[in-house]
């Protein structure tokens, strides 16, 4: 149980255009995904968080309207990067977790997609 | 604010040997604490969690951790490590407060198994 799946896993794409990535919780009703972006050997640090129906919530320094980020239903976010450039090639990963209720107490864990590469020629 | 500190980058253990992976971290309560794993490539892979209780966490694949409040540690064991477990490995954090439950990363340690 708890899958989440990514799509797509690897996409190359050039500089100027937008790229769409989905999360997909498959068997689970997620109302918070979390999506990260990591850099070669590095850890994975936190871009924002996404509600379901409402705003993402960005942490500091990430550009809300360069990581468009929306919610529309538990079991699907989408995070869109647009205008890509080069500097924005990474490897980018999200996470759902349940919906509290679902599991035992409020803080269940995130349970993570596979990542898509992303590669901005 | 919450982080999370895992001292060692590289760790090179033979098939067979034990491992301790060390991770400390800097909370102002009792936090949540996770291990993930992740393959070349991969998302990550919950290895186990703590949240309350027994400090002794048992986990997937072998694994265990353990919570020591006096030493805000929470660091991972195997006692025969296997070739397939050769990955990087991330402790994290997790805010007990509040709604968005955010994870805090450390840096991860990259295991090598030596045949």
């Known amino acids: 149980g708890a899958v989440v799946s990514q799509h797509p896993s690897w996409v190359i794409c050039k500089s100027g255009t937008s790229v769409k990535i989905e999360c997909r919780s498959l068997?689970?009703?997620?109302?918070?995904m979390f999506w990260y972006r990591q850099f070669p050997k590095q850890s994975l640090m936190l871009m924002a968080t996404?509600?379901?129906?409402?705003?993402?919530?960005?942490e500091q320094g990430v550009e809300k309207d360069k990581f468009l980020i929306n919610h529309a239903s538990l079991t699907l976010s989408t995070l869109t990067v647009t205008s890509a450039h080069p500097e924005d090639s990474s490897f980018y990963i999200c996470?759902?977790?349940?919906?509290?209720?679902?599991?035992?107490?409020?803080?269940?864990?995130?349970?993570f997609g596979d990542g898509t590469r992303l590669s901005i020629l | 604010a919450q982080s999370v500190t895992q001292p060692d980058i590289h760790i090179t253990v033979s098939e067979g040997a034990s491992l301790e992976l060390r991770c400390n971290y800097s909370?102002?309560?009792?936090?949540?604490l996770f291990w993930y794993v992740q393959s070349p490539g991969q998302g990550l892979q919950l290895l186990l969690k703590?949240?309350?209780?027994?400090?002794l966490v048992q986990g997937i694949k072998g694994f265990e951790a353990e919570f020591k409040r006096s030493q805000s540690s929470f660091n991972l064991r195997k006692p025969s490590v296997h070739w397939s477990d050769a990955a990087e490995y991330f402790c994290?954090?997790?805010?007990?407060?509040?709604?968005?439950?955010?994870?805090?990363f450390g840096t991860g340690t990259q295991l090598k198994v030596e045949l």
């Open positions: 996404s509600n379901e129906g409402s705003k993402a919530t960005y």
């Open positions: 068997d689970f009703q997620a109302t918070t």
């Open positions: 996470s759902a977790r349940t919906t509290p209720g679902q599991g035992v107490g409020l803080n269940q864990p995130q349970h």
């Open positions: 703590y949240f309350s209780g027994d400090t």
């Open positions: 994290a954090v997790g805010a007990r407060a509040g709604g968005g439950n955010k994870l805090t």
């Open positions: 909370y102002g309560a009792t936090p949540y």
